[in-house]
Nanobody, 123 residues
Framework: QVQLVESGGGLVQAGGSLRLSCAAS????????MGWFRQAPGKEREFVAA????????LYADSVKGRFTISRSNAKNTVYLQMNSLKPEDTAVYYC????????????????WGQGTQVTVSS
């Protein structure tokens, strides 16, 4: 099993920045890819960003491309999501997820999920 704990959410004004963290523990050697997803009230969970656990180029949703950056620290077993130029429409609960066999934009492909952290962007 892999346990994921997100942190770093909060309230920020439009145009501001936040950095989310996702700490992984347990059988982290089984992780191939990590992803960030978000879910706003009344909406389906949507893809934000993903990357290989070993590093490399990230995969991004068009809505966040150029504003968000996914990165990781293998030494800390942590994945980050740097969010800049935040907009009110970025308001959502943000979840990190781990995939044992790849990384993609499909939530159903992921095996483990964190509990989520709230991000609220005021206008």
């Amino acid at each position: 099993q892999v346990q994921l704990v997100e942190s770093g959410g909060g309230l920020v004004q439009a145009g501001g920045s936040l950095r989310l963290s996702c700490a992984a523990s347990g059988r982290t050697f089984s992780i191939y890819g990590m992803g960030w997803f978000r879910q706003a009230p009344g909406k389906e969970r949507e893809f934000v960003a993903a990357m290989s656990w070993s590093g490399g180029i990230g995969l991004y949703a068009d809505s966040v491309k150029g504003r968000f950056t996914i990165s990781r620290s293998n030494a800390k077993n942590t994945v980050y999501l740097q969010m800049n130029s935040l907009k009110p429409e970025d308001t959502a609960v943000y979840y990190c997820a781990a995939d044992r066999s790849g990384y993609s934009s499909w939530p159903s492909e992921y095996d483990y999920w964190g509990q989520g952290t709230q991000v609220t962007v005021s206008s």
